[in-house]
């Protein structure tokens, strides 16, 4: 698992690492030493899953991601989203290609099976629709898809956790 970013587009009412995120904010590594790591590792990285911030929402981790997939097609990339790749690529049909080619596994964060309790705790609207949109995107693409949750008391009720395996059954491949 990899963080590249602090960047996120939410305001989630459980999220560990705001006051962390607004410390760093533009204190992130860039590119040319994302690169220099898999450079210098590339024999020792079988994997990597970015995640921790909202990874798709900058430019350069779609440079790196075909970077990775040109330069060392032997490392599987997987990410995982809140949803805001789904727009992202809907809005620039190079990062869609560069996903498409490049990443093997989206992990899609989706709390609750009702939109607007996802949306509440998420702190965006339409982030509900975003993790469904993504997850149905998946569905007719050679990327595996999951889902994953946070693990507080409301989201593992079992009436919400069968919406949940409902919305994934309706999009799985």
Not at 41 to 64: A, K, M, P, V
Not at 92 to 98: Q, T, V, Y
Not at 99 to 114: K, P, R, T
Request: glycine share 6%; with cysteine; hydrophobic share 40%.
């Amino acid at each position: 698992g990899w963080g590249i970013s602090s960047a996120c587009n939410m305001s989630c009412k459980f999220c560990y690492s705001a006051d962390v995120r607004n410390e760093i904010r533009n204190k992130d590594v860039g590119i040319k030493d994302w690169k220099l790591l898999v450079d210098r590792n590339y024999e020792q990285l079988d994997s990597i899953n970015y995640g921790t911030g909202e990874n798709s929402l900058l430019s350069d981790w779609y440079d790196f991601v075909e970077y990775v997939a040109k330069n060392y097609p032997h490392i599987k990339q997987a990410i995982t989203t809140n949803g805001a790749l789904y727009k992202k690529m809907m809005e620039n049909s190079r990062f869609e290609k560069i996903v498409n080619d490049g990443i093997a596994e989206i992990d899609v964060s989706l709390d609750y099976c009702i939109a607007e309790k996802h949306d509440e705790l998420r702190g965006l609207k339409g982030a509900f629709d975003n993790a469904k949109n993504m997850l149905n995107y998946c569905k007719d693409k050679p990327i595996e898809a999951t889902l994953v949750f946070i693990g507080i008391n409301d989201v593992l009720k079992i009436e919400n956790l069968e919406g949940i395996f409902d919305i994934a059954a309706l999009n799985a491949s």
